[in-house]
């Protein structure tokens, strides 16, 4: 079972310190990980969200896959994770920028991740967004080490790499060595950076969007909220045999 957090776990709220897990759903996920193998996979730093989620046993993959642990909460210390390591002084550097430039702009906040930095503008004042943006790319277009992605009401920097929730997912289903002959995984996610999950598991796996309206999506399936997504975890986890 591959969980991302926000929006999925936790509903979408006007600051990211504000989504904290419900007692019911840590409840659930904790019964759901004695049975099969979970991982959280968030946009999140690994830090962050492993400390939001608050349980041992499950594997966590945060900064948009970019920084695994496992369920021990030992780094997945590879030569394909440990590659990332060089582009941390650019995201650094890119971080010092934004909160100088942000510095006095009323509900802008930055959220520095350890491979990737977020600039969130839920918050904030009308026309703020194009400045962000702006910013934001003028930073990402001046260090090729960076790119430029966005979400909801969020712009980010990450290593231009090609590594992604996606591939995150792959690289935790041969770690995991999930055999697909027999079992299936499951993808739940609601933001752009899902698709690249939803899209892996087309053919091997289930992909559940949650709460994004009927618009397009890779994902199979389509729940509507936080609440539908506890409730189909309690079923799963009540269903499966250990
Ligand atoms: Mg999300």
């Not at 002084?89 to 430039?101: G, H, N, Y």
């Not at 959220?111 to 400045?131: C, L, M, T, Y």
């Not at 309206?213 to 009540?238: K, N, Q």
Request: proline content about 5%; overall charge negative.
């Amino acid at each position: 079972m591959f969980l991302d957090y926000d929006g999925v776990l936790t509903p979408i709220v006007s600051h990211p310190d504000l989504a904290t897990l419900s007692i019911a759903t840590r409840e659930v996920l904790e019964d759901l990980a004695t049975k099969t193998e979970v991982a959280i996979i968030s946009g999140r730093d690994t830090t962050d969200v492993r400390e939001k989620v608050g349980l041992n046993g499950v594997w966590y993959a945060g900064s948009h896959g970019f920084d695994i642990v496992g369920p021990d909460g030992a780094p997945a210390d590879t030569e394909t994770l440990g590659r990332f390591e060089q582009y941390v002084p650019a995201l650094e550097a890119a971080t010092d920028m934004i909160v100088t430039a942000v510095t006095g702009m009323p509900g802008v906040h930055v959220e520095p991740k350890r491979f990737a930095v977020a600039v969130h503008f839920r918050e904030a004042e009308d026309g703020a967004e194009s400045i962000i943006e702006g910013l934001v790319r003028e930073i990402g277009d001046s260090d090729v080490r960076l790119v430029v992605t966005t979400g909801k009401k969020i712009f980010e920097l990450r290593p231009a790499v090609e590594w992604d929730k996606g591939k995150a997912l792959e690289w935790l289903i041969q770690r995991l060595e999930i055999d697909l002959e027999s079992s299936i995984p499951i993808y739940l996610g609601d933001d752009v950076t899902d698709e690249d999950a939803f899209a892996v598991l087309i053919g091997s796996g289930i992909g559940i969007v949650v709460g994004r309206d009927g618009e397009p999506s890779r994902a199979s399936y389509a729940l509507e909220d936080t609440d539908e997504v506890r409730r189909l975890l309690a079923r799963l986890a009540a269903e499966i045999e250990p």
